[in-house]
């Protein structure tokens, strides 16, 4: 019959009728959204995998770390780490805290450790003085102040800091991207989407082609009008795996080394304020007053000195080498930057990962495959990908002016991501800056310039963009300012000149 009802079909030749054609329709909708879930499964699984595996190697490290700690301390410190145990139980609490990305300052968890452990210590060795309230309270401000920690305890907080923060970085971007994943699943297909699939898969059937397949080139023109929106996440996402891979190879590599040895470099720091502790006790006593029984005398300290040596070196030194060889992870952070490698380019390879297993093949099938009309060649070219693109897409159908939003602020928080990313390679504690760096998408209009700089285009018709700082530029403020005060100056001079020629 005439083909003349048909909305989507060539409407020649059909045994289709109008009702035939909609439930076509609406099977198109559901197969092309069951293939997108398949398709996205892998990635998915990817990221899960990539997450669950360096989630659960750094909290393996800091659980060894800190099983080695109460055993080695308990032999080397004795009494003295029994007694304040819990000062290094809230240590590594704190450093698993802010690792889970809870609000914790990691700075200030530092000093905060290393000033306690230092009053302790000090404690320790004035044990037979009388210590009243007034006096702790002054030692724990100058200790503070006077930052007696030694450089021990400073390199170790430098490492531990750019550590942490990098790993956290890390763990969020594999959190992020799998959430970007997951709302971009939920994008709906577009009305000329579905119609475009259904044309391509159906409307054979209804001209008496059962058994035609699409070109190749016609279902990747056809898939990449369907994902344009999707296909604009390729710069972002790409920038937010190179920089995870960057964070990786330059921040992560001896992940393994800061966190084992963690035990070792308190111990370290704790040896060397008891061998400078004449010099912590002189300053403290000079801000503070001198003790009013005996001095420093008696500290204590005789019989942790004897053994620190053969302590440390056999307990922490070699148990450390064979607790990271023993380590159960055999994917560590070079395995999940190889996954990120992977993952790069999905977006911009979906269309062809889609199409794979459905268009025609095989000797001459470039003539006899369904074009859209008929069995014959498909003689467009292939569009490129993203939605600027698809303006010359001669089977879906796209308004380049009306992205899908959605899918823009998935953009957005991969950019975000990737600026935190940033800051993490350079040992900055994303969570604990000047907000204005972050794009927050309150229109605003202030952003950093690597979060906005490198936006995808999204309408062919490119106008000129106002230009977007993240702080104000002062300097053009100060010429602005100037060059508008000219006039008004000119002005009071020549009144000047004019009274005194009066005269």
Not at 219 to 241: F, I, R, Y
Request: glycine share 6%; net charge neutral.
């Amino acid at each position: 019959m005439s083909g003349e009802h048909l909305r989507i079909c060539p409407q020649g030749y059909t045994c289709c009728t109008i009702e035939m054609e909609d439930n076509l329709a609406t099977l198109s909708r559901r197969e092309m959204e069951g293939l997108l879930r398949e398709a996205k499964r892998p990635l998915q699984s990817s990221l899960s995998y990539s997450y669950n595996t360096f989630n659960g190697y750094m909290d393996d490290l800091m659980n060894r770390s800190m099983v080695t700690l109460q055993d080695t301390f308990t032999s080397t410190w004795g009494f003295l780490y029994t007694r304040n145990s819990q000062l290094f139980q809230d240590l590594y609490q704190d450093l698993k805290d802010y690792y889970r990305s809870a609000s914790v300052n990691l700075e200030e968890v530092l000093n905060e450790f290393w000033t306690k452990l230092l009053e302790k210590l000090f404690y320790q060795a004035n044990k037979q003085s009388s210590i009243d309230e007034d006096y702790q309270e002054c030692v724990s401000k100058k200790i503070e102040t006077l930052r007696l920690f030694g450089e021990a305890p400073h390199k170790m907080t430098i490492q531990v800091t750019r550590t942490f923060v990098a790993a956290r970085a890390f763990l969020q971007g594999l959190q992020t991207s799998r959430e970007v994943v997951g709302k971009v699943l939920q994008v709906p297909l577009s009305q000329k989407c579905v119609g475009a699939i259904m044309r391509m898969t159906y409307c054979p059937h209804c001209r008496g082609m059962p058994t035609a397949k699409p070109c190749a080139n016609y279902c990747s023109n056809v898939m990449k009008g369907c994902l344009a929106n999707q296909a604009d996440l390729h710069t972002e996402w790409s920038h937010l795996a190179d920089t995870m891979i960057e964070v990786g190879e330059r921040r992560l590599d001896d992940v393994e080394s800061v966190i084992l040895y963690l035990p070792n470099q308190i111990s370290e720091a704790m040896f060397s304020m008891m061998d400078n502790m004449e010099t912590i006790n002189s300053k403290l006593f000079q801000a503070c007053g001198s003790l009013s029984e005996g001095g420093a005398t008696g500290s204590g300290f005789e019989d942790i000195t004897s053994r620190r040596r053969v302590v440390v070196d056999d307990r922490l030194g070699g148990s450390v080498t064979k607790m990271a060889k023993s380590l159960p992870w055999p994917v560590q952070v070079s395995d999940v930057n190889m996954k990120l490698r992977e993952i790069r380019p999905y977006w911009v390879s979906l269309p062809k990962v889609l199409c794979s297993d459905r268009v025609a093949s095989g000797t001459g099938a470039e003539d006899k495959c369904w074009n859209g009309m008929n069995r014959a060649r498909y003689l467009p070219e292939v569009i490129g990908d993203g939605l600027a693109s698809q303006i010359n897409n001669p089977e879906v159908e796209i308004d380049i002016t009306k992205p899908d939003m959605k899918i823009r602020q998935q953009i957005m928080q991969l950019k975000i991501m990737t600026h935190r990313l940033k800051n993490a390679l350079n040992g900055q504690d994303v969570d604990f800056q000047d907000t204005s760096d972050d794009v927050s998408g309150s229109g605003s209009g202030m952003c950093a310039d690597d979060i906005c700089s490198r936006g995808p285009r999204v309408v062919a018709p490119v106008t000129e963009p106002p230009r977007v700082y993240a702080y104000p530029p002062r300097n053009k403020e100060v010429r602005g300012s100037a060059s508008q005060s000219l006039p008004s100056f000119s002005i009071l001079l020549l009144s000047l000149l004019i009274l005194l020629l009066r005269r």
